[in-house]
C-alpha cells in the first residue's frame, strides 16, 4: 500500500534515493540543499542504504568524484544549489559528454549577486546548455516522482545523459506538504539494477575516459551527444508510462491546467505553478478562459509540443524566474517565443520576470497578469519592455 | 616489498605503450613509464591524469597509449575524480560483484597539483582514499608554453617571468609540495627523480601503490623545451639536481622523515642551474649576487631537511 503522509522536498527526495539505494554519493553542503546528503549520510548511519558517501571538499570535486563513480561503472548521484552548481560548470560539461548517467537533485536557487538563498532558476538556467536533461517539479510529490524516474532516463541506451531533478528552494524544499510514497517493492522493480555496457572496473575490458579530440573527432562527438538529447524525449514518455504503470500518476513533458480552451495562458516552471492554477480556478468563476502550460522538461526542450498546446490563445505570458542579463528577457522566453514563431503561432507574448531572489508571488499577482493578456490581446496594451512581477516602487 | 631487480623490471611490458605524442626527451614520460613499472604484473589498476601534455599526449580519441582503464575529466580534479573511482571500486567488491584488486594512480603536472589542483589533491588525501597521486614536476605550465607555475624554481626564465633589465626571472621561491603533503599526515609521501638505474624511482612507486591508503610521490621531471637543454643530458641534470641537494631524495613514512641520499660532497647550485638555458641570465657579470641568494635558500632547504630526518 501506497503512504499516504507529509513531508518536505527535501525529505521527499531522500526518501527516492532511499528506494533506489544508489552506490556513491559525493556532495557538499550548500542552502538550501543541505538536508539531502544529511538524510543520506543518516540513512548509511542506520545501515538503511548501501550507499557510499564521499565527503569532498567542494562542489568541484562532487561532480568530479561523481564522475569518476559513474565511470568506474557504478550508480553515483549528487545534491546542490545554486553557487555549488556554478562551481560544478565546468565538470557539468565533462559528464555529459562522457556521457555519464549521473542522477542530481538540484534544489534551485538565485546565483549570487547579490547573496541570496532563496528559490530561483538561474542557477539551472545557467547550465542549461552544459548537455544535462532538466526535470522540473511543482511540489514535493513530483519532485519525489522525478527523482525516481531519473536514473531509467538517464541510463537508457538511447539516452546515456545526466539529469538534473530540480525542486524550487524552501518553497518546496522545506515546505511540508501533503505526499503520496510508493511501495518499495515495486519501485525497486520500476527503478532495476544498473549494468553498464562499458565502465572502467570492468575486469574484462580495460576502458579510456575523457579523450583530447581533434576536430577531425569533436564534432561527430557532440552531434551524437544532441541526438541523445533528441532521443531523450521519447524516454522521458515512455519512463513515465511505465511509472503510471506503477504508481498511478500521471507525466508528461509538460502539464496543461484549463488549457485546451484557454484564450490567455501563461507558461511556468516550478512552484510558482500552485499559485496560478488558484488564480485561475478563481478566473475561470468569473468566466475568463484562463490557462497553464506548466514546464516539466525544459531540457531536452519540447518546442514544437509547448507551440502545439499553445497554438490557439489569443495571448501568452511566459514567466521567467532567471535573469538572462541580454536587454531581451528570460531563458523560457527566449527558446519558447522562438518555437511559437517557427510554428507560425501568432499570438501576443509577453515574457515576465517574476520570483528572483525569492519574491514572493500571490494569487492577486497572477490574475494581474492575466488582466494584462485580455488587454494584449485586445490590442490595449503593449510592453516595449518585458515586465518585472512585482517590483517595488519604492 | 619485493626485491629491486632491474633488468626483470625494464622487460617487463610497458603499461604506457610507445606511440604516444610525447616529445622526445620528456621528463613526464620517464616518470609516468617508471612508476607504472612497478604495479606487479597481473595486477590491474586505474590511471587518472589531470589534463596537461601527458593527457593531450597519450589519450588523443580514437587512440589511448595506456594498457589499463583509463580517466581525465579536467585540469584541477585528478584527485577527487579518482577518489570516485576508488571509492566505486570499495562498493562493488563490497557487494561482491568485483573479484580483481585494483591499484589507484593518477599523474598531474606541476600545474595540476600545486596550483590549481591543489584543492582537490588535499581533499582526496585528507579523505584517505587508498590511491597514489604522482606529480610529475617539470617545473612550469609547460603544456601551455612555459608559464610560471609555483614550482618554478626562483629566478627561472618563464614566459611570465622572463628575464629581462628590469627582471631576474621569477621572483619567488619555489613552494615545497612535498612538505605540505606530509603534513596531511598520509602513510607514505616520498620525493625523487631519475638516478642512475632508476631505483628511487622505482622503490618509491612500488612503495606508494602498494601502502595501504592514501600516498604522494613528488618526481621531478625535466622538460628539455621549458629548462633549455640538451635532451641527452636529462640523465647528468637529475643527478645534479640530487647532487647539490636542489632536489634531495627523502620519502616520509607513517610520519617519520627518511633521507634516501646524502652527497658526499655537496655540489654548488651552479653545476645544476648552468646546464639550463633558464638560468643563463644569472651567468652574466653583475649577477653574481642571485647566484649567492639561490644558493642560500638552497643550503637553508637543505638543512631543514637534514633537522626533520635526524629528529
Known amino acids: 500500500m501506497a503512504i499516504r503522509t507529509r513531508m518536505s522536498g527535501n525529505e521527499a527526495v531522500a526518501h527516492a534515493i532511499k528506494q533506489i539505494n544508489p552506490d556513491v554519493m559525493p556532495a557538499f553542503p550548500i542552502t538550501p540543499s543541505t538536508e539531502i546528503p544529511q538524510f543520506v549520510a543518516s540513512m548509511i548511519a542506520n545501515g538503511e542504504v548501501d550507499t557510499e558517501f564521499i565527503p569532498v571538499e567542494s562542489e568541484h570535486s562532487a561532480m568530479s568524484a561523481t564522475m569518476g563513480a559513474s565511470a568506474a561503472g557504478v550508480r553515483a548521484i549528487t545534491a546542490t544549489s545554486s553557487c555549488g552548481l556554478a562551481l560544478m560548470w565546468e565538470v557539468l560539461y565533462v559528464a555529459a559528454s562522457s556521457r555519464l548517467p549521473i542522477v542530481m537533485a538540484l534544489v534551485n536557487r538565485g546565483l549570487t549577486g547579490p547573496l541570496n538563498i532563496n528559490a530561483e532558476h538561474s542557477d539551472s538556467m545557467g547550465a542549461r546548455d ?79 575516459v575523457g579523450p583530447y579530440a581533434v576536430s577531425s573527432y569533436c564534432m561527430e562527438a557532440k552531434k551524437a551527444q544532441a541526438q541523445a538529447m533528441m532521443n531523450a524525449k521519447q524516454v522521458i514518455l515512455d519512463v513515465a508510462k511505465e511509472f503510471e504503470e506503477v504508481t498511478g500518476q500521471h507525466y508528461g513533458l509538460f502539464e496543461g491546467y484549463q488549457l485546451e480552451d484557454a484564450e490567455y495562458a501563461v507558461v511556468a516552471i516550478g512552484s510558482v505553478c500552485g499559485t496560478i492554477k488558484d488564480s485561475i480556478d478563481a478566473l475561470r468563476e468569473k468566466g475568463v478562459k484562463v490557462g497553464l502550460l506548466k514546464v516539466r522538461v525544459f531540457r531536452p526542450f519540447p518546442g514544437k509540443e509547448m507551440a502545439e498546446a499553445l497554438k490557439h490563445c489569443k495571448a501568452i505570458g511566459i514567466m521567467d524566474r532567471a535573469e538572462s542579463y541580454s536587454g531581451n528577457g528570460g531563458p523560457l522566453g527566449a527558446e519558447l517565443t522562438a518555437a511559437l514563431y517557427q510554428a507560425k503561432v501568432t499570438a501576443e507574448t509577453v515574457n515576465i520576470m517574476y520570483g528572483l531572489s525569492g519574491r514572493d508571488v500571490r494569487v492577486e499577482d497572477m490574475e494581474e497578469v492575466f488582466g494584462w493578456l485580455e488587454k494584449m490581446a485586445a490590442g490595449e496594451l503593449h510592453f516595449d519592455e518585458y515586465p518585472y512581477l512585482g517590483l517595488r516602487t519604492r | 616489498m619485493e626485491q629491486f631487480n632491474f633488468r626483470e623490471i625494464q622487460e617487463r611490458p610497458d603499461r604506457l605503450a610507445p606511440g604516444h605524442r610525447m616529445c622526445a626527451g620528456c621528463g613526464g614520460t620517464i616518470a609516468v613509464r617508471n612508476v607504472l613499472k612497478a604495479l606487479h604484473p597481473g595486477d590491474k589498476a586505474v590511471v587518472g591524469n589531470a589534463t596537461g601534455c601527458l593527457e593531450v599526449s597519450t ?241 637553508r632547504r637543505w638543512e631543514e631537511l637534514l633537522q626533520r630526518c635526524e629528529a
Not at chain 2, 629581462?164 to 596531511?184: I, W
Not at chain 2, 636529462?234 to 636542489?246: G, N, P, Q, S
Open chain 1, 130 to 208: 552544459s548537455g544535462w536533461i532538466q526535470i522540473y517539479a511543482e511540489n514535493n510529490q513530483e519532485a519525489y516522482d522525478n527523482f525516481l524516474q531519473a536514473h531509467r532516463i538517464a541510463e537508457h541506451k538511447d539516452v546515456q545523459l545526466p539529469v538534473m531533478i530540480c525542486q524550487d528552494g524552501f518553497i518546496t524544499s522545506h515546505a511540508v506538504e501533503n505526499i503520496t510514497l510508493w511501495e518499495d517493492e515495486p519501485i525497486k522493480r520500476f527503478v532495476g539494477e544498473y549494468h553498464p555496457e562499458h565502465y572502467l572496473l570492468n575486469e574484462n575490458e580495460p576502458m579510456a
Open chain 2, 59 to 299: 589519450y588523443m580519441y580514437p587512440y589511448t597509449a595506456y594498457e589499463d582503464s583509463y580517466i581525465h575529466s579536467a585540469f584541477e580534479n585528478a584527485g577527487a575524480t579518482l577518489s570516485g573511482v576508488e571509492t566505486a571500486y570499495h562498493l562493488l567488491r563490497k557487494k561482491g560483484k568485483l573479484s580483481s584488486e585494483y591499484k589507484f594512480i593518477t599523474f598531474g603536472g606541476d600545474g595540476g597539483t600545486y596550483d590549481i589542483g591543489l584543492q582537490s589533491l588535499s581533499g582526496a588525501m585528507e579523505r584517505g582514499h587508498d590511491m597514489v597521486y604522482v606529480c610529475y614536476d617539470n617545473g612550469a605550465y609547460m603544456n601551455t608554453g612555459v608559464q610560471r607555475s609555483s614550482a618554478t624554481p626562483m629566478y627561472a626564465d618563464t614566459t611570465t617571468t622572463p628575464s629581462g633589465r628590469q627582471s631576474d626571472g621569477k621572483p619567488q621561491m619555489r613552494k615545497d609540495l612535498t612538505a605540505v603533503m606530509a603534513a596531511h599526515n598520509i602513510p607514505y609521501v616520498g620525493q625523487t627523480t631519475f638516478i642512475g638505474n632508476m631505483k628511487d624511482l622505482y622503490v618509491k612507486s612500488e612503495r606508494a601503490i602498494y601502502t595501504q591508503g592514501p600516498a604522494f610521490l613528488n618526481v621531478l621531471a625535466p622538460c628539455p623545451r621549458g629548462w633549455k637543454y640538451d635532451t641527452a643530458d636529462i640523465m647528468e641534470i637529475c643527478r645534479l639536481a640530487v647532487e647539490t641537494c636542489y632536489w634531495p631524495l627523502f620519502e616520509i613514512v607513517d610520519g617519520k622523515w627518511i633521507l634516501n641520499y646524502k652527497p658526499k660532497k655537496k655540489l654548488p647550485l651552479e653545476d645544476f642551474l648552468v646546464k639550463q638555458g633558464r638560468f643563463k641570465h644569472l651567468f652574466t657579470p653583475g649577477n653574481e649576487h642571485l647566484l649567492e641568494s639561490f644558493q642560500k635558500e638552497t643550503d
